[in-house]
């Protein structure tokens, strides 16, 4: 090995092991922040929501952050999950607990998305990918744990959906409104406000944030369907 060779050896051989060394010691740091991050968050609870029976139910570190992130569960309500935040010293310096109802919220929206779009999939011809449903949040009161059932699903809604089809004229997106609303009124619902995205077909099988070749319509309101000359006004919710 001429001497050229060996510098170049042993500058390598230097740097990985400076590399294993940081390695290690990070991986060792993080056990005894864990180990800190669970002792503060639990510390915190007990302080803040003594009550609240609780367990760990996931541990997050941000090594970019500098942030822990300890998710903990209620064992006796459903809907409770939250996050502690705690800094790399061991601080508590946030967390979500005032958001737990939007656990509740999320639990009703799947509900009624399940519901919709079983309506739509067995009396429609359209080919779906996804159907979602947004409940109308200020005409209902929604509380912690609430147990949902067919009668008492929210029955105002707004509706978002992915539809694959080579047919993207303006004629046929108000008819396929007009059909999707007609379905869901008998059924009993009220929709506020359509959100559609068109897929070519030929994006059968895969997963985009987007397609080339999609179209978009936001905020497509009911009203559209009562008015005069409905085709030539749904062209102006259309965004790509």
Do not use: C, W
């Not at 958001?99 to 067995?122: A, G, P, Q």
Request: charged share 30%; hydrophobic share 35%.
């Amino acid at each position: 090995m001429d001497k050229l060779g060996k510098i170049i050896f042993v500058s390598v051989t230097l740097i990985m092991l400076y590399a294993l060394t940081l390695l290690a010691f990070s991986f060792g740091g993080a056990s005894v922040g864990e180990r800190n991050a669970i002792k503060s968050s639990e510390k915190y609870i007990e302080r803040n929501f003594p009550d609240l029976n609780y367990e760990l139910n996931n541990l997050n570190h941000k090594f970019g952050e500098g942030i822990y992130e300890a998710e903990y569960i209620s064992k006796k309500s459903k809907d409770t999950k939250f996050v502690i935040y705690v800094d790399n010293k061991g601080k508590v310096i946030g967390d979500t607990y005032d958001d737990i109802l939007l656990n509740t919220k999320e639990r009703v929206n799947k509900e009624v998305s399940k519901k919709v779009d079983e309506i739509l999939r067995e009396n429609l011809s359209y080919d779906f990918k996804n159907i979602d449903v947004k409940y109308v949040e200020e005409n209902y009161d929604i509380y912690l744990d609430m147990e949902i059932m067919e009668d008492n699903l929210p029955k105002d809604i707004n509706i978002i959906m992915e539809v694959f089809s080579d047919e993207t004229t303006d004629e046929y997106v108000y008819k396929l409104v007009e059909d999707i609303n007609r379905k869901i009124q008998d059924n009993g619902f009220n929709v506020y406000y359509f959100d559609l995205k068109l897929i070519p077909t030929v994006e059968k099988g895969s997963e985009k944030d987007f397609y080339e070749g999609e179209i978009v319509y936001k905020d497509i309101p009911k009203s559209i369907i009562e008015i005069q000359d409905p085709v030539n006004i749904i062209k102006n919710y259309k965004i790509s």
